[in-house]
């Protein structure tokens, strides 16, 4: 017998089933290609995150870390207008949808949300054993009314939604808090790139829990940093699911620079919004069906629904993107925005490969399943 074979056993039976989340394809040579596929911001951090970086000293990494992140509390609460105790660190947003998942859902505790969307989700209910109530949007991308009406302990709305990139107003997803029985938990991991957000919720609704991520509009991915917003008991009770470390020393110190320098994140912010329209523009000029989108990527919608053939065209020339081989979402493409020159080489390209210049390649990339998500 394998170990492989005898360490089954060891697992418990939705674990032993389940294909776990396939993130994203992150490229060694990542100088060398064009990726657009993960949502990363295409400029640095704030000079100001580098600078706090190369201070760190030796006692600060022997040390633990405040198992609250406090200073980066009095930081963000000041930012959002409310107060440190409204506010909870997480090791990325990732890790609150974890922890929210743990802390409110059971067997006979569902949880709920409009599909298609954030595909980590489900994967977090599975190994929590709790159903999942999937409630599809409409091609509008609208708020499905049924999502009101489930028996579901959590329902999470994705806003900006991922992939789509579309965006439900506050008043709505207000008289969504106020109908639910349940926690609202409303991710805006890419609220950044919006209009507006639901920070006001919190002050109104004892259950809304807002998350925030500071891979996106602060350019942290590599650094794992998020947070939630909501009223104090929601976050006492969210501080008992947490790791007691769960935000590292250097993490925090690097997340509480850059949300310092909103000037920097503000510029850094409007130069990708500006870039997206440029994209969406230039996208519907090659045919592609592309939705204003409110977030830092866009979905684009082939015109022959050849959105896979397109990617492994893409991929041959070294351009990442993001292809969900998914009902509904599988003629599209999810590309993130870029710096000017990474869009201009992504949209030459795809003139190319849409006038047929270069001869489809003779094994197939799509055979090997690293490149693209399921
Ligand atoms: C919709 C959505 N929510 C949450 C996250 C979590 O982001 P992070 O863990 O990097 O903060 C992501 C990451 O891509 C996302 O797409």
Do not use: H, W
């Not at 802390?103 to 489900?122: G, I, N």
């Amino acid at each position: 017998m394998t170990f492989l074979e005898r360490i089954v056993g060891y697992f418990r039976e939705n674990v032993e089933k389940a294909k776990g989340y396939e993130p994203g394809f992150q490229p060694r040579q990542a100088d060398e290609v064009i990726k657009l596929n993960t949502n990363e911001n295409p400029y640095p951090p704030s000079p100001k995150v580098l600078q706090v970086l190369a201070e760190m000293t030796a006692e600060q990494l022997r040390r633990y870390p405040d198992p609250q992140g406090n200073a980066f509390r009095q930081a963000a609460a000041e930012i959002n207008g409310v107060q440190p105790d409204n506010i909870i660190c997480c090791n990325g947003g990732d890790e609150l949808l974890s922890m929210a998942i743990r802390a409110f859902c059971d067997e006979s505790r569902p949880v709920a949300y409009p599909v298609p969307t954030y595909s980590l989700y489900p994967i977090l209910a599975n190994i929590q054993n709790c159903k999942a109530i999937e409630t599809p949007f409409d091609g509008e991308f609208n708020l499905p009314a049924k999502l009101a009406t489930t028996d579901a302990a959590l329902t999470i709305v994705c806003n900006p939604n991922a992939p789509s990139g579309t965006f439900i107003n506050v008043d709505e997803l207000a008289s969504l808090a106020d109908e639910l029985k349940g926690v609202l938990l409303i991710d805006e991991a890419y609220v950044d790139f919006a209009e507006a957000n639901c920070t006001s919720l919190v002050k109104d609704f004892d259950n809304v829990i807002i998350l925030r991520s500071m891979s996106k509009g602060y350019s942290l991915a590599g650094s794992r940093f998020g947070y939630a917003i909501a009223q104090p008991d929601l976050i006492a009770g969210l501080m008992k699911v947490k790791d007691s470390y769960n935000v590292d020393a250097i993490a925090i110190t690097l997340a509480t620079a850059a949300i310092k320098d909103q000037q920097y994140f503000k510029e850094n912010v409007e130069k990708v919004k500006a870039d997206r329209k440029k994209l969406i523009e230039q996208l519907r000029a090659l045919d592609f069906e592309v939705a204003d989108s409110s977030a830092n990527f866009v979905l684009a919608k082939t015109k022959n629904g050849k959105a896979g053939e397109i990617y492994d065209k893409l991929v041959q020339r070294g351009i990442y993107v993001r292809y969900f081989n998914r009902p509904g979402i599988d003629d599209k493409l999810r590309i993130t925005v870029g710096t000017k020159e990474q869009n201009n080489k992504l949209l030459s390209a795809l003139k190319e490969i849409l006038a047929g210049e270069i001869a489809f390649p003779s094994t197939s990339l799509r055979a090997k399943g690293s490149f693209r998500s399921q």
